[in-house]
């Protein structure tokens, strides 16, 4: 077995193949192709633990996932955990991951895929609201979904927007970065936006003309209380996409909306019911188009198998014996 720390998985797998693995997943998810428990999600006070398994032809594992939103204060990471691989046909365990690498670089991937699909073409300017880990990771792999020119970072805390600037400058050279002031002004400017915070309530202004025209990828609300988005925005589209159904369950963005019927279920969709339907991207990418996840474990297998199956190939990680 095989140890592989965020250092060993950035240097597996490029972003363009984790960017194409997760769409692959996608379409896993519609085709019914895996078999994936609910996954066990326990609050304890303000703090939340996730154990996610899921099993596929080719590989099966599990991640065990820690929140605790007071752990800056502690100077340590808000979300923590390990993934372990088991090969499919023995069960034996082929390989631990860090947990938080895994889970910014998939996550950052699937809001990828949605803009690969639902941006427009042209979109090269890239707002992203919420400077921390996932902040870093999501402006980053969103350069191999659109040729991105311009990146505009806001945060409530302008050091951590600053911090991140300077992080992604030598990741991203060729890219602009910019320190919005304010939301407002990051909507003036950017065609993609992706929200990655953990805000109980709209990081966005509930104002129609900021909003319109623009994809939008949020990935912070991942319990029933929290929002990232206002009402106006779900007055503008047309379908709101999500990774997995469970998210309807899972994020304030989806019950709040669906409670106070400004949107309908109906209009809720899976972007792998999108990707093999018949709607024309073309013609889906001139509107307004909103993309929700909360994340699931087929994502976490399917990056893991392809972080592993290279890393054997390239002589990375640690040998460990159980």
């Given at each position: 077995?095989?140890?592989l720390?965020?250092?060993?998985?950035?240097?597996?797998?490029?972003?363009?193949?984790?960017?194409?693995?997760?769409e692959?997943?996608?379409?896993?998810?519609?085709?019914?192709?895996?078999?994936?428990?609910?996954?066990?999600?326990?609050?304890?006070?303000?703090?939340?633990?996730?154990?996610?398994?899921?099993?596929?032809?080719?590989?099966?594992?599990?991640?065990?996932?820690?929140?605790?939103?007071?752990?800056?204060?502690?100077?340590?990471?808000?979300?923590n955990?390990?993934?372990?691989?088991?090969?499919?046909?023995?069960?034996?365990?082929?390989?631990?991951?860090?947990?938080?690498?895994?889970?910014?670089?998939?996550?950052?991937?699937?809001?990828?895929?949605?803009?690969?699909?639902?941006?427009?073409?042209?979109?090269?300017?890239?707002?992203?609201?919420?400077?921390?880990?996932?902040?870093?990771?999501?402006?980053?792999?969103?350069?191999?979904?659109?040729?991105?020119?311009?990146?505009?970072?806001?945060?409530?805390?302008?050091?951590?927007?600053?911090?991140?600037?300077?992080?992604?400058?030598?990741?991203?050279?060729?890219?602009?970065?910019?320190?919005?002031?304010?939301?407002?002004?990051?909507?003036?400017?950017?065609?993609?936006?992706?929200?990655?915070?953990?805000?109980?309530?709209?990081?966005?202004?509930?104002?129609?003309?900021?909003?319109?025209?623009?994809?939008?990828?949020?990935?912070?609300?991942?319990?029933?209380?929290?929002?990232?988005?206002p009402?106006?925005?779900?007055?503008?589209?047309?379908?709101?996409?999500?990774?997995?159904?469970?998210?309807?369950?899972?994020?304030?963005?989806?019950?709040?909306?669906?409670?106070?019927?400004?949107?309908?279920?109906?209009?809720?969709?899976?972007?792998?019911?999108?990707?093999?339907?018949k709607?024309?991207?073309?013609?889906?990418?001139?509107?307004?188009?909103?993309?929700?996840?909360?994340?699931?474990?087929l994502?976490?297998?399917?990056?893991?198998?392809?972080?592993?199956?290279?890393?054997?190939?390239?002589?990375?990680?640690?040998?460990?014996?159980?």
């Amino acid at each position: 077995m095989i140890y592989l720390t965020e250092k060993d998985i950035l240097s597996a797998a490029s972003v363009d193949e984790m960017v194409d693995t997760i769409e692959a997943s996608v379409y896993l998810y519609e085709r019914k192709e895996f078999h994936m428990p609910q996954r066990l999600h326990v609050d304890h006070e303000d703090n939340t633990l996730l154990l996610m398994p899921c099993f596929t032809k080719d590989g099966f594992g599990t991640k065990l996932v820690t929140l605790f939103p007071q752990n800056p204060a502690k100077k340590m990471p808000v979300l923590n955990g390990i993934m372990v691989l088991n090969d499919a046909q023995t069960g034996v365990p082929v390989a631990l991951l860090n947990g938080p690498a895994l889970t910014a670089l998939r996550t950052a991937a699937v809001s990828a895929v949605s803009i690969r699909h639902l941006a427009l073409e042209s979109a090269h300017a890239l707002g992203v609201i919420g400077a921390g880990v996932q902040g870093f990771f999501q402006a980053w792999v969103a350069c191999a979904a659109r040729p991105i020119t311009d990146i505009f970072v806001y945060d409530l805390y302008p050091d951590k927007a600053a911090t991140l600037i300077e992080k992604l400058s030598g990741k991203i050279p060729h890219v602009a970065l910019h320190h919005a002031a304010c939301v407002e002004d990051l909507l003036k400017v950017a065609q993609v936006v992706i929200t990655a915070t953990d805000s109980l309530e709209p990081v966005l202004p509930d104002n129609e003309e900021l909003l319109a025209g623009k994809h939008f990828a949020g990935i912070g609300s991942y319990k029933p209380d929290m929002r990232e988005f206002p009402r106006a925005l779900f007055n503008l589209v047309e379908t709101v996409f999500v990774d997995t159904e469970h998210a309807l369950q899972e994020s304030g963005d989806l019950i709040v909306p669906l409670r106070n019927n400004w949107i309908r279920p109906d209009q809720v969709m899976t972007l792998g019911r999108f990707l093999t339907g018949k709607k024309s991207g073309d013609e889906l990418r001139e509107e307004t188009t909103l993309f929700k996840s909360v994340g699931m474990a087929l994502f976490d297998v399917c990056a893991s198998k392809l972080i592993y199956d290279n890393a054997i190939q390239k002589g990375i990680g640690q040998q460990i014996t159980l």
